[in-house]
């Protein structure tokens, strides 16, 4: 089957017939930047840094820079321009206000550096070649830190392209005196050492991928600065307080706590106070408790034993409550005998499993429960209470002596041993004098 090229095709490929630009002739028409924002390192640091080259990258480019730590691989961001008119770039005072609203002074921001060039094939293939060795390096590492008998556990190894810095991640409770572990590496490595003491939440931001909710970890993806969180927050914030469901991958309580304490302020200002009097439709209450996303209030009304739940938009002042009127008295509702009382656990089994047990004919020579109390009433009545029985008298000394047991001698196992044999009866033995 022969295919044939459609005429309205062939009418939007002829640059005389269409409106639309290709991205070559987007890129042509594009300048390339003179300042570019990147990210670099395991910490993920932001820099600004100037670029006059010719070439015109795009955001996650991979370009070559030169940092305030050496030569390295860095990741383009945005690009900064005089106006703001361009959709991917923002304006440097656009930066700078984020920054400051990020943390101001501890945001990882730096500006001594340089672009070099757009990170080619050799490059990018020599970061790798570098991280492959790092497992070498980590073993080495290890190796004096137990040597040593330092206290610190080492979490991770950066390396960069141009090789002139090794830096070692730790953990560690106190101050480390590391200057003897620093020559050995050195002397290893032939480099300079740098040795970074973090935390528990810095480690997350090093080793931890995923978090519970699915995604990354909002200190490896996008938070630059680890403000403190508090109980606080996850008090007003969670109905309980289990460790395992207010804690990270770094054991400390979740960032994303402080990202909704503003809203759950704000909402809770709307809300009343407990035990603070309030008027609603129904009559007036006393607060008993309150939700705070759905902003319902729990009033207990007064004079009643009940409790209800109702917006806060609905609430008044409890002197311009309606008062409800007295309800009268609903009649009790009949109460049906019920049929399977007084019958006997094999009985009620049978009646609900449907069976019937062949009835026991009833011996009317027996009283029954009620006939013997009402006899006992009447024989109270006519002869009085019954008389108490009185204790038994105890026995005298000549009674108990007669009363004990004798003693029995104890028969002796064996022969009874008897006296030697007359002399008249014993046989002569041969060779005795007659």
Do not use: W
């Not at 200190?219 to 289990?242: E, H, N, R, Y």
């Amino acid at each position: 089957m022969s295919i044939f090229p459609l005429p309205v095709f062939e009418a939007d490929a002829d640059p005389r017939h269409r409106d639309a630009m290709t991205d070559e002739e987007i890129y042509e028409r594009l300048e390339p930047p003179r300042t570019i924002v990147v990210k670099f390192g395991y910490m993920k640091l932001v820099a600004e840094y100037p670029y006059d080259g010719d070439a015109k990258p795009g955001c996650g480019s991979k370009l070559v820079a030169r940092t305030h730590r050496g030569t390295e691989v860095v990741e383009m961001l945005t690009t900064t321009c005089a106006n703001a008119g361009c959709g991917k770039s923002v304006t440097r005072q656009e930066m700078m206000e984020f920054i400051s609203n990020s943390g101001g002074k501890d945001y990882p921001f730096h500006e001594k550096g340089k672009i070099l060039r757009v990170a080619t094939t050799d490059d990018v293939n020599g970061q790798s070649a570098l991280d492959s060795n790092k497992p070498e390096y980590i073993r080495t590492c290890k190796r004096l830190i137990s040597e040593l008998n330092l206290p610190m556990k080492l979490v991770e190894v950066e390396l960069i392209l141009g090789q002139e810095l090794l830096t070692f991640y730790f953990l560690a409770q106190d101050r480390v005196d590391f200057r003897e572990l620093v020559r050995q590496l050195a002397a290893e490595f032939k480099t300079r050492i740098e040795m970074r003491q973090v935390g528990a939440r810095d480690e997350a931001r090093l080793v931890a991928d995923y978090e519970r909710c699915g995604q990354h970890c909002c200190c490896k993806s996008f938070l630059k600065v680890l403000k403190p969180v508090s109980m606080k927050l996850a008090k007003v914030q969670k109905g309980t307080l289990d460790p395992l469901k207010i804690s990270g991958r770094c054991g400390r309580l979740m960032c994303c706590l402080r990202y909704e304490d503003q809203t759950y302020r704000e909402l809770k200002d709307k809300l009343p106070k407990r035990n603070t009097r309030v008027g609603t439709s129904e009559g007036p209450g006393i607060v008993v408790d309150t939700k705070i996303l759905v902003q319902l209030v729990l009033v207990r009304l007064d004079g009643k034993e009940s409790e209800i739940a109702v917006p806060v938009e609905e609430l008044m002042d409890p002197d311009q409550s309606p008062v409800p009127a007295e309800s009268e008295a609903s009649p009790e509702p009949e109460r049906h005998p019920d049929p399977l009382r007084g019958l006997s656990t094999e009985e009620v089994s049978d009646r609900i499993e449907g069976r019937q047990r062949p009835q026991r004919p009833r011996d009317r020579s027996r009283p029954t429960a009620t006939g013997r109390q009402t006899e006992f009433r009447r024989r109270v009545k006519t002869e009085g209470p019954p008389q108490a029985i009185p204790p038994p008298a105890e026995p005298s000394d000549e009674a108990r002596a007669s009363a004990a047991p004798k003693k029995k001698h104890r028969r002796r196992r064996g022969r009874r041993r008897r006296g030697p044999p007359d002399d008249s009866s014993r046989p002569a033995t041969r060779g005795s004098d007659p």
